[in-house]
């Protein structure tokens, strides 16, 4: 089946404490990236990368870090989390090296810094 | 920069009423792809349909129909015949096209379809 693995799909943890969201997609597409929901403020995207080793800032970068060794795997990083990123993060893929096709999304990841 | 503007944050729509979703967006690029996606009640986000900036022939799928309008920059998503499980937040995005790979999303509007 077709899809977009992310773990955990819970998380809580304290400030401070590095942590790592996983992505993986099984449909070999180039483009892979990141969001973030949060009310009223709908999804905003962190980062995203057009290929292996090819990975640029969204509109919100501040405070994460990304990595694509591999197409298939795309992590979320968060080297000193603070409370102001308890958010719902979501990670897409398309096929492709661009987001033109359509994002396929994984199930999100709620996340809460204490 | 590119924006997407949702100006209804919420509607509510008795069972079997059409319903229109407003989508108005902002971009210097000629070229440039609008999206929309569901988001139901158990959070996942599903792709609904993307349409390109040559291409402003509207689009029926079932109930759904997208009228996508460059002279008022407007990308409107109607529902006809509303049902229950269409209650869900529907989100309108825009992604340019070149080199600038990012996309932006609408804030969203929450429709609930009463029964």
């Known amino acids: 089946e077709a899809q977009v693995t992310q773990n955990p799909r819970y998380l809580i943890t304290v400030t401070g404490k590095k942590l790592t969201v996983t992505c993986s997609q099984n449909m070999n597409h180039e483009y892979m990236s990141w969001y973030r929901q949060d009310p009223g403020l709908g999804l905003r995207q962190i980062y995203y990368?057009?290929?292996?080793?090819?990975?640029d800032k969204g509109d919100v970068p501040e405070g994460y870090k990304v990595s694509r060794k591999e197409k298939r795997n795309f992590p979320l990083i968060l080297e000193s989390p603070s409370p102001n990123q308890t958010s719902l993060y979501f990670c897409?893929?398309?096929?492709?090296?661009?987001?033109?096709?359509?994002?396929?999304f994984g199930s999100g990841t709620q996340l809460s810094v204490l | 920069a590119q924006k997407v503007t949702q100006a209804q944050t919420e509607i509510s729509v008795v069972e079997k009423e059409d319903v229109t979703l407003d989508c108005v967006y902002e971009t210097r690029d000629t070229t440039y792809y609008l999206f929309w996606y569901k988001q139901p009640p158990s959070g996942e986000l599903v792709f609904l349909i993307r349409r390109n900036s040559f291409d402003e022939q509207n689009e029926i799928s079932g109930r759904y129909s997208w009228n996508f309008q460059k002279s008022t920059s407007s990308f409107n998503f109607t529902i006809t015949a509303s049902q229950v499980v269409d209650s869900a937040v529907y989100f309108c995005?825009?992604?340019?096209?070149?080199?600038?790979?990012?996309?932006?999303f609408g804030i969203g509007t929450k429709l609930q379809v009463i029964p």
């Open positions: 897409a893929s398309s096929l492709g090296s661009a987001p033109h096709g359509g994002l396929f």
């Open positions: 995005a825009l992604s340019g096209s070149g080199g600038y790979q990012k996309v932006t």
């Open positions: 990368s057009m290929n292996v080793e090819v990975t």
